[in-house]
């Protein structure tokens, strides 16, 4: 989504995640639809690294080549994911939980939230899925209630940057690739 910063330079909506492979996928997206929350159809099933950031439309090369670089120095992990989570009463949301590959999201979020991208969280980071977000009381605990048993785990083996469109829907625009056998 283009927008345009105090300056009147363009500015852009990035958000750089985990996402899911095939079948976790669509069944966690599915069950998002499920809980009647309307994010289902533009947020893809996800771990976050960067929450929506928005940057000067001109800063995205450096971005990209900054998150190259985070990529560069981290390998492949094994993710687990395992149960169901909420930060209820703080905030309305459900959630599935990472039961392991906790301590690499954390380290790759630090490194992604750096140089172009340092700032500021509202929240400490916690990585998650998002099952259900701001939706009735009971649709919350009935996807809580869902994710009981839940128990999955597939190998992380890079990370996305995505860009939020005028309509609000989430684009990929670029796939890191995680290839580093190092932290620096």
């Given at each position: 989504m283009t927008a345009s910063s105090g300056s009147g330079e363009p500015t852009i909506v990035v958000g750089?995640?985990?996402g899911l492979p095939e079948p976790y996928h669509?069944?966690?997206?599915a069950r998002r639809a499920a809980a009647g929350d309307p994010q289902a159809a533009i947020v893809p099933p996800h771990v976050t690294l960067l929450p929506p950031t928005e940057i000067p439309a001109s800063a995205l090369p450096a971005v990209e080549e900054h998150l190259a670089r985070v990529a560069s120095v981290h390998p492949p992990f094994d993710m687990h994911l395992s149960g169901p989570g909420t930060f209820r009463p703080v905030s309305q949301v459900v959630f599935v939980q990472v039961a392991a590959g906790l301590a690499d999201c954390e380290q790759i979020e630090a490194d992604v939230r750096s140089g172009p991208l340092y700032g500021q969280t509202p929240f400490p980071y916690?990585?998650?899925v998002t099952v259900a977000h701001d939706v009735p009381d009971d649709a919350l605990d009935a996807?809580?209630?869902g994710l009981r048993g839940y128990d999955v785990s597939f190998t992380v083996t890079g990370f996305t940057m995505f860009e939020?469109?005028?309509?609000?829907?989430w684009r990929p625009q670029r796939q890191f690739t995680l290839d580093g056998t190092r932290r620096d």
């Amino acid at each position: 989504m283009t927008a345009s910063s105090g300056s009147g330079e363009p500015t852009i909506v990035v958000g750089v995640v985990i996402g899911l492979p095939e079948p976790y996928h669509s069944e966690l997206r599915a069950r998002r639809a499920a809980a009647g929350d309307p994010q289902a159809a533009i947020v893809p099933p996800h771990v976050t690294l960067l929450p929506p950031t928005e940057i000067p439309a001109s800063a995205l090369p450096a971005v990209e080549e900054h998150l190259a670089r985070v990529a560069s120095v981290h390998p492949p992990f094994d993710m687990h994911l395992s149960g169901p989570g909420t930060f209820r009463p703080v905030s309305q949301v459900v959630f599935v939980q990472v039961a392991a590959g906790l301590a690499d999201c954390e380290q790759i979020e630090a490194d992604v939230r750096s140089g172009p991208l340092y700032g500021q969280t509202p929240f400490p980071y916690h990585p998650h899925v998002t099952v259900a977000h701001d939706v009735p009381d009971d649709a919350l605990d009935a996807a809580y209630d869902g994710l009981r048993g839940y128990d999955v785990s597939f190998t992380v083996t890079g990370f996305t940057m995505f860009e939020q469109d005028k309509s609000g829907v989430w684009r990929p625009q670029r796939q890191f690739t995680l290839d580093g056998t190092r932290r620096d």
